[in-house]
């Protein structure tokens, strides 16, 4: 494994956008619903979608609907479920989903199963299940283990660990594929794509950026596939600060470099 390098640099040119959400553009809290973007910085996302004439998506675990109300007043393209759900720019949705006994049979299995794991929480997606254990840690082995007892019983579901968290999903499905599909259609394919993300969910984001000659960051520590690194949160927000002012200082110079200052001086 590569080392990874503390700071990315400024980066600028044709530049597509995508970001985990919690522990990238969100703090994490101790429940989901207690996380939040701050207005500054949803104000900043916007600015740089408009800035890179809309190629800019949010890819996360949650859903489509939670991106949205997280996300408000503003409207991105998204990929929630971890690309089992994804909205183009053009509002178009595709959506993967599971056989409808399945879904039936895995939420009341697991429900029951969570029962003997006091602290424990089950998120159900429609087309995938999170098991949360951030106020159980004592449970860690054990949700693991019913996860992967899942997996042996409905061999179309995949495991994917997370920050205190094990998620099952559609077999196949993960943000790396679904940065792949965004990269194929307007306004994202012949752009450099740059990801940010910060847990094992996005290391196949990060292969298939890497793959594509991109930009990956990873936030906090841990091994990555990521060629950079943020701190944490509050860096990453320091960063898309400097990244915007960057961008718009090389547009600016372009403008001036083209006559166009001499221009609007003289009307």
Known sequence: MAEVSSVPPL??????????????????????????????????????????????????????????????????????VHGAERRDINDNTHIVTLPEQVVAALQQQLSTALLAFPGTELEAKGM??????????????????????????????????????VELKPLGINKGSAIRSFMQEAPFAGRTPVFIGDDLTDEAGFQQVNALGGVTIKVGVGETMAKYRLANVRMVYHWLGRLTQHIEQQKSDILRGEGYESLSGSL
Do not use: W
Request: charged letters at 15%; aromatic letters at 12%.
């Open 11 to 80: 980066f600028s040119g044709n530049l597509a956008f995508f970001f985990d959400l919690d522990g990238t553009l969100a703090e994490i809290k101790p429940h989901p619903d207690q996380v939040y973007i701050p207005a500054a910085v949803r104000t900043l996302l916007q600015k740089m979608s408009v800035m890179s004439g809309g190629a800019l998506a949010l890819i996360s675990g949650r859903s489509m609907a939670e991106l949205d109300r997280l996300a408000t007043p503003f409207h991105f393209p998204l990929a929630g």
């Open 128 to 165: 995938a299940f999170a098991l949360h254990y951030r106020q159980a840690p004592y449970a860690q082995q054990a949700i693991f283990a019913l996860a992967q007892q899942m997996t042996q019983r409905y061999p179309e579901l995949a495991l994917q660990p997370g920050k205190c968290v």
